[in-house]
């Protein structure tokens, strides 16, 4: 008997509105509700359809419920992110927009984390004067506090950081060593036969925690920041990653807190205006661009307390050392050795040489078939 009979007659329309949709007790067994037959004791089929419908009504009522939060709280973002108008379309388009920044942000924070610079080009800092004045400046801060002793830059490593790259592996110091000989021309016609003079004056701090020679404002700027840019611009074209995120400024390290991370914990959190304080506006000296190191942050350092350098260019008319013969002479022998396997690879990747190749170990391995073949005694018999 159907649900229709044991509840009564049928009132006007309702055998069109069974046929438009599922009766009640399907849906009902659909939702897993146990529907007994009324004559077996069990609930009667209206109490089931009422019971049904209030249950339909309430879950009506808070999935409504649950859009209008949704809708408040999309428009109450909406409003804070931007003031236009919160329609549905503009809040798709708004969450695909912020995903998609998130992600990008993400990517770029992972690539970041993978970027470890490990070299660097170096302006060396030669001038006894400059070197001699920061010495007496770090002697003057070691009086007032002995502890920093040991945040102090060595003799030997003053320097300018033109440029700082990641080079992982041996043929990406090749690269490097590549790039920076590249570079030489490209400065010269930059300083177009000039001197660049680079002049020294005053203190200043990163954060309070890395200690600096200023380099002067003047002239001598823009030509050295060019310098950096083309240095930058030539060693990435290279595949090399290299820069960073902050902009070129030019200085002269003398001292690192984070050099000796003890001192944090010993309450020497950052570095007093106080202990230099006269040397503000001290002039140390100039140095002229001569010579520009490709430098390796981790090797051993030189017995001059110089980083490990891989190699050097020379600028300008500065009479040339023994050191920098000795590189002229090691670059131009790292030239010819990589030039020499650069022509035996690009033999060996010809189709010919593969094809003679291939021919030569196939005949060989047929000869030495073939000799096998005849050091087989046939004429000897079983015992």
Same mark, same amino acid.
């Given at each position: ?39 077996d ?19 009506d ?7 209008? /939060? ?6 109450? +973002? ?9 329609? !549905? ?19 770029k ?27 007496? /400046?770090?002697?003057? !801060? ?32 090749? /690269? ?20 660049? %003079? ?43 990653q ?7 400024k ?6 690192k ?15 007093d ?13 100039e ?26 260019? +020379? !600028? ?5 050392? %023994? ?47 073939? %000799?096998?073949?005849?050091?087989i ?7």
């Amino acid at each position: 008997m159907s649900a229709g009979r044991r509840g009564g007659l049928q009132p006007p329309g309702a055998g069109a509105q069974a046929q438009a949709r599922p009766s009640n007790v399907a849906v009902m067994q659909e939702a897993g509700v146990c529907v007994r037959r009324a004559g077996d004791g069990g609930i009667k089929s209206n109490q089931c359809e009422n019971t049904l419908e209030e249950e339909k009504m309430s879950e009506d009522c808070e999935a409504d419920t649950v859009d209008l /939060l949704k809708d408040m709280v999309s428009a109450t +973002i909406d409003t804070q992110d931007d003031c236009g108008p919160t329609g !549905i379309p503009q809040i798709s388009s708004k969450r695909t927009k912020d995903e998609s920044v998130k992600s990008d942000h993400i990517k770029k924070k992972k690539k970041n984390k993978d970027y470890q610079p490990n070299y660097f080009l170096s302006i060396p800092i030669t001038n006894k004067k400059i070197t001699g004045g920061i010495k007496i /400046l770090q002697n003057e !801060i070691i009086e007032q506090d002995k502890r920093l002793a040991k945040a102090m830059v060595g003799d030997g490593s003053f320097h300018v950081t033109l440029l700082v790259m990641q080079l992982l592996n041996e043929d990406e110091v090749n /690269l490097g060593v590549d790039a920076l000989w590249e570079l030489k021309p490209c400065i010269e016609e930059i300083l177009q036969g000039k001197h660049l %003079t680079l002049p020294f004056q005053g203190i200043d701090t990163f954060r309070s925690q890395i200690g600096f020679v200023k380099l002067a404002e003047g002239e001598h700027l823009s030509p050295l920041l060019e310098i950096a840019e083309t240095a930058k611009r030539t060693f990435q074209e290279k595949g090399i990653q290299a820069g960073e995120n902050r902009s070129f400024k030019p200085h002269l390290t003398f001292m690192k807190l984070p050099k000796a991370p003890w001192l944090r914990r010993n309450g020497v959190k950052k570095i007093d205006p106080e202990l230099y304080e006269r040397f503000i506006k001290h002039r140390f000296g100039e140095e002229v661009l001569h010579r520009i190191d490709l430098c390796s942050m981790g090797k051993e350092k030189q017995n001059d307390g110089y980083y490990h350098c891989e190699s050097s260019i +020379i !600028i300008g008319q500065k009479p040339i050392g %023994t050191q920098d013969l000795i590189n002229e002479a090691l670059h131009q022998e790292r030239m010819s050795r990589k030039s020499k396997v650069k022509q035996i690879k690009e033999l060996l990747l010809m189709p010919e040489t593969q094809a003679k190749i291939r021919k030569e170990l196939f005949e060989g391995r047929l000869t030495n078939d073939n %000799t096998e073949t005849n050091d087989i005694d046939f004429g000897a018999t079983l015992p």
